[in-house]
C-alpha cells in the first residue's frame, strides 16, 4: 500500500491566515455582539466558581452582574449604527472593571414587560454542559481572573475559541481528499471557510457551536471514511466518540446517530451477496459506534427522565404551554419567507441590527448561494462522486434545517412570533459535507478551470469579506460627523482591544502576509500546466470507492 500524500504546504498556510482572519475579528466585533455571547461567558464564569456545577435545572439560572464588566455596548438588537469611534466613556486598557467589581456573582435584573425589574434567566442551561466545562478550565488558567479586566479574560475566551476551530480547513481537505477529489479541489476545500464570514466570525466568539461544529467536521471526515470502504473498528470507535462528544454539547447532535447509521447502510448495501465479511464487519462496526455513544445519548434520557422532555427550556422550570393558536392562515407564508431569507443570510453574513437590510453582505450571500446551489447541481447530475456518498454527506444540513423549521414553527403557532429561532449558523455542523460536496461539482470542469478554482475561492472570500466588513464597520466603528472618519475608527478599535495595540498590528500584518503568500500559491497552481492525465483523476460516478489496497 502507498504511502499517504504530505498535506501541502499551502494548505497550512491557509490554516494560519483562517486563524488569523479569526483573531482579527476579535477586535472588529466589540465583546457581547456576537449571539448569545454574554449568557456564553456568564455560564463559563458561573461553572468556574462552582455556582453552575452540578449543572442548573432549566429557569433557575441567571445572569450575573459580574459579567457586564466585559461589554460596553448593549447585548440586544441595536436600533442603528453606534458610532463607537465617538464614545470617549471606555476607560484605558488594563483599567476595565473586573468580573469581581462589577458585582460578581450577583443576580443582573432588567425592567420586565410591567416596569418592575425581574431578574434576567440564562437560558443556556438547556444545553449540555461539556462547552462550559471546557471554557470553565480555560479561565481557571488566569491568574486572578476574578480581580483581572474582565475585557482580557473575554479575549482570552475568543481566543480560546479560535483555537477550537483551528483544525477546520485542515479536516476540510483530508474529507475532500479521501473522496479522491481531483486536485486541486482538496486546496479549494481548505479555503472554502474564508468565504463564509458569519462563520469566521462565530469562531472568534464565544460560543458552544464552535465545539459542535468542529466536531461535526471530524465526524463527516470519519463519515466519509466509511463511504469510501473504512469499516474498521478504530474508525467505529472515533465515529462513536465523536458522537458522543457532540451529543454532551448542543442538541443539534442528536442527528448524528441517524446519520451514522445511513452511512453505515449505505456501506453495507455496497457489498451485498458480494462479500459477507465485509457485511459483517459495517455490522459489527455499527455497533461499536452504537455503544461508545451511549455517554453522549445518557444526557438527553437523563432530561426526559427528570425533566419530562428532551431538551427542557432554558427559562421555565416547568415546560410552557405550546398549544397551537395559530395556523397557516395566521401568517404561514410570512414565517415560511422569513426562515428561508433568514437562513441563507445568516449563514453567510450576519445582520447584526436585525435591520434585514438589503446592504451589500445581503446580497454578498446571495452570490455565494448561487455558486453553491450550482456546484451541488452539477455534483448530484455530473456524479463526480457516488451519489450516494453525496447525499449521505449533505443529510446533516436538511435534517438540522428540519430541527431548526420544526421549533421555529413550534414558537409561531404558539404565540405568533414569525422570527424566532431563525439562524443560518445552526447548519454549520453540516458545514464540511456541504462544502465538499459542492466543490465536487468542480470536478466537471476541464482541467485549466479546475485549477483556477482556488484563485476564484480566494477571489469570492476577499470580496464576501469586504461587503461583510463594510456594513460591520459602518455599523459600529464609523465616526457620525468629520474627516477622517477611517483613522478615527481604526483609533477606537485599538483603544478598545484588551490587549496592547501592538498585539492588534502583529495579527493583522501576519494575516496579510499569509493572504499574499496563498494567493501567490493557488496563483502558481492556475497558470502551470496540468499532467497529461489531469482529466482522469477524479473517480467515476458508478466505480467501486473502496481502494485496491
Avoid at 466536531?215 to 469499516?231: E, I, K, P, S, W
Avoid at 438589503?358 to 450550482?374: E, I, K, M, Q, T
Avoid at 476564484?456 to 461583510?468: E, K, Y
Avoid at 456594513?471 to 477622517?484: E, I, K, Q, S, T
Wanted: hydrophobic share 55%; proline share 9%; aromatic share 8%.
Amino acid at each position: 500500500m502507498s504511502r499517504p500524500r504530505a498535506v501541502p504546504g499551502v494548505v497550512w498556510l491557509i490554516v494560519l491566515l483562517h486563524l488569523a482572519v479569526m483573531l482579527t475579528q476579535t477586535a472588529v466585533f466589540p465583546n457581547v455582539r456576537s449571539p448569545d455571547e454574554r449568557q456564553h461567558v456568564d455560564l463559563v464564569l458561573q461553572v468556574r466558581q462552582g455556582d453552575a456545577w452540578p449543572w442548573p435545572g432549566p429557569g433557575t439560572a441567571y445572569v450575573t452582574q459580574g459579567v457586564t464588566a466585559g461589554g460596553f455596548v448593549d447585548a440586544d438588537s441595536l436600533d442603528g449604527p453606534q458610532h463607537l469611534a465617538d464614545r470617549d466613556d471606555v476607560p484605558p486598557r488594563g483599567e476595565r472593571p473586573s468580573y469581581r467589581a462589577a458585582g460578581g456573582p450577583a443576580t443582573l435584573t432588567a425592567p420586565g414587560p410591567d416596569g418592575d425589574e425581574a431578574p434576567v434567566f440564562n437560558q443556556l442551561v438547556q444545553h449540555p454542559p461539556l462547552y462550559y466545562l471546557l471554557g470553565a478550565g480555560v479561565v481557571s488558567l488566569v491568574p486572578g481572573w476574578q480581580d483581572a479586566p474582565l475585557d482580557q479574560v473575554w479575549l482570552l475566551l475568543r481566543w480560546w475559541n479560535a483555537l477550537l476551530a483551528l483544525p477546520l480547513p485542515l479536516l476540510l481537505f483530508a474529507t475532500a481528499r479521501r473522496l479522491r477529489l481531483p486536485e486541486p479541489l482538496p486546496v479549494a476545500a481548505a479555503l472554502a471557510p474564508l468565504a463564509v464570514p458569519e462563520l469566521t466570525h462565530l469562531e472568534s466568539a464565544v460560543n458552544n457551536d464552535n465545539l459542535l461544529v468542529i466536531l461535526g467536521a471530524c465526524a463527516t471526515l470519519l463519515v466519509a471514511r466509511v463511504l469510501t470502504g473504512d469499516l474498521s473498528r478504530r474508525t467505529a470507535l472515533l465515529l462513536g466518540l465523536v458522537s458522543s462528544l457532540a451529543l454532551l454539547t448542543k442538541g443539534f447532535a442528536l442527528m448524528f446517530p441517524a446519520w451514522i447509521l445511513l452511512a453505515y447502510l449505505v456501506a453495507a448495501w455496497r457489498y451485498r451477496g458480494r462479500r459477507r465479511a465485509r457485511f459483517r464487519s459495517a455490522a459489527t462496526s455499527l455497533l461499536v459506534v452504537a455503544v461508545v455513544t451511549v455517554p453522549g445519548i445518557a444526557w438527553w434520557v437523563r432530561n426526559v427522565v427528570v425533566h419530562g422532555m428532551l431538551q427542557p427550556h432554558g427559562t421555565h422550570a416547568t415546560p410552557p404551554d405550546l398549544t397551537p393558536v395559530y395556523g397557516w392562515s395566521d401568517g404561514g407564508l410570512t414565517w415560511l419567507g422569513r426562515f428561508a431569507e433568514r437562513m441563507v443570510t445568516l449563514f453567510f453574513v450576519q445582520d447584526h441590527a436585525a435591520a434585514r437590510a438589503h446592504d451589500a453582505s445581503w446580497w454578498a450571500a446571495r452570490v455565494a448561494l448561487v455558486l453553491v446551489v450550482a456546484g451541488l447541481a452539477a455534483a448530484l447530475v455530473r456524479r463526480p462522486l457516488p451519489r450516494l456518498d453525496a447525499l449521505v454527506l449533505l443529510f446533516p444540513v436538511p435534517a438540522l434545517a428540519g430541527i431548526v423549521a420544526r421549533g421555529s414553527w413550534e414558537q409561531f403557532a404558539a404565540f405568533g412570533d414569525v422570527g424566532a429561532a431563525q439562524q443560518g449558523r445552526y447548519l454549520y455542523t453540516g458545514l464540511v459535507g456541504l462544502l465538499v460536496v459542492a466543490l465536487a461539482g468542480a470536478a466537471v470542469l476541464r482541467p485549466g478551470w479546475r485549477r483556477a478554482t482556488p484563485v476564484a475561492l480566494l477571489v469570492l472570500a476577499a470580496g464576501m469579506h469586504l461587503a461583510f466588513q463594510y456594513d460591520v464597520w459602518r455599523l459600529y466603528w464609523w465616526p457620525a460627523h468629520g474627516p477622517g472618519a477611517l483613522g478615527s475608527a481604526l483609533a477606537a478599535v485599538g483603544h478598545w482591544y484588551p490587549f496592547p495595540a501592538a498585539v492588534l498590528g502583529a495579527v493583522v500584518a501576519a494575516g496579510l502576509g499569509l493572504a499574499v503568500a496563498v494567493a501567490v500559491s493557488v496563483v502558481r497552481t492556475a497558470v502551470a500546466p496540468g499532467p497529461p492525465d489531469d482529466a482522469a483523476r477524479s473517480p467515476r460516478a458508478d466505480a467501486d470507492p473502496v481502494p485496491a489496497a
